[in-house]
């Protein structure tokens, strides 16, 4: 098992990783849409067939549609890498420490039961309420809305979702026939700088109490 330290360290390297994938992700798309726009069945048959079956509709799907997809999974995986970290790191000081008893034992879920370990059980100093931290709880609640409303919100039953819609400028909200989420580039790497900035706090506040 990983040393606390070494759990942080390791989680910063991560983020780093996601954060090129993100630009190169955004990068594909637009070289995949010239791509598209510059493909001629005349004298490019061979990839107008094998890489897009000769469909002459997918110049949308490509500039918004499918990277809005990609955008918003990359959400999803941005909290679920957090809400693991904070686990690992849980279970790390668990057994450095040898506390009177581990995460599983302990009511709750996700970040607030790591918090709760963290502060209370592992007696760390958890950056909780900093501005960094309710960006990230913000994210957590916009990632609740892609995993079980497919990125659709609804005017009754998310209105604190919308609310965070409404407060941050690279988050949108589309309304045609439902109420659609638009996740940016520029959110996700705000998350990855929020997640980036408790990540170092927290690798600094296990080290100085090891």
Same mark, same amino acid.
């Given at each position: *098992? =990983?040393?606390?330290? =070494? /759990?942080?360290?390791?989680?910063?390297?991560?983020?780093?990783? $996601?954060? /090129?994938?993100?630009?190169?992700?955004?990068?594909?798309?637009?070289?995949?849409? !010239?791509? %598209?726009?510059?493909?001629?069945?005349?004298?490019?048959?061979?990839?107008?067939?094998?890489?897009?079956? %000769?469909?002459?509709? @997918?110049?949308?799907?490509? =500039?918004?549609?499918?990277?809005? %997809? =990609?955008? &918003?999974? $990359? @959400?999803? *995986? #941005?909290?679920?890498?957090?809400?693991?970290?904070?686990?690992? #790191?849980?279970?790390? #000081?668990? $057994?450095?420490?040898? @506390?009177?008893?581990?995460?599983?034992?302990?009511?709750?879920?996700?970040?607030?039961?790591?918090?709760?370990?963290?502060?209370?059980?592992?007696? /760390?100093?958890?950056?909780?309420?900093?501005?960094?931290?309710? !960006?990230?709880?913000?994210?957590?609640?916009?990632?609740?809305? +892609?995993?079980?409303?497919?990125?659709? @919100?609804?005017?009754? *039953?998310?209105?604190?979702?919308?609310?965070?819609?409404?407060?941050?400028?690279?988050?949108?909200?589309?309304?045609?026939?439902? +109420?659609?989420?638009?996740?940016? &580039?520029? %959110?996700?790497?705000?998350? +990855?700088?929020? *997640? !980036?900035?408790?990540?170092?706090?927290?690798?600094?506040?296990?080290?100085?109490?090891?």
């Amino acid at each position: *098992m =990983q040393k606390s330290d =070494q /759990v942080s360290l390791y989680f910063l390297s991560d983020l780093d990783k $996601f954060r /090129v994938f993100v630009e190169l992700s955004e990068r594909h798309w637009s070289e995949e849409v !010239t791509k %598209y726009n510059e493909s001629d069945i005349e004298i490019d048959e061979t990839i107008c067939w094998e890489r897009y079956k %000769y469909r002459n509709d @997918l110049s949308a799907h490509l =500039q918004e549609v499918f990277p809005q %997809y =990609q955008k &918003q999974s $990359f @959400l999803l *995986m #941005l909290v679920s890498l957090f809400e693991d970290y904070l686990n690992q #790191l849980c279970h790390s #000081l668990h $057994f450095e420490n040898e @506390l009177s008893s581990n995460l599983k034992e302990h009511n709750g879920s996700g970040i607030e039961r790591a918090n709760k370990y963290l502060s209370k059980v592992a007696k /760390v100093n958890v950056p909780a309420g900093t501005k960094p931290w309710n !960006t990230i709880i913000d994210a957590r609640d916009i990632r609740n809305i +892609i995993a079980h409303n497919a990125g659709h @919100l609804d005017e009754e *039953m998310h209105s604190k979702q919308l609310n965070l819609v409404a407060k941050n400028d690279h988050l949108k909200a589309h309304n045609f026939s439902r +109420i659609h989420l638009e996740v940016t &580039q520029v %959110y996700l790497f705000e998350v +990855i700088e929020a *997640m !980036t900035s408790i990540t170092n706090q927290l690798w600094y506040n296990t080290k100085k109490d090891a």
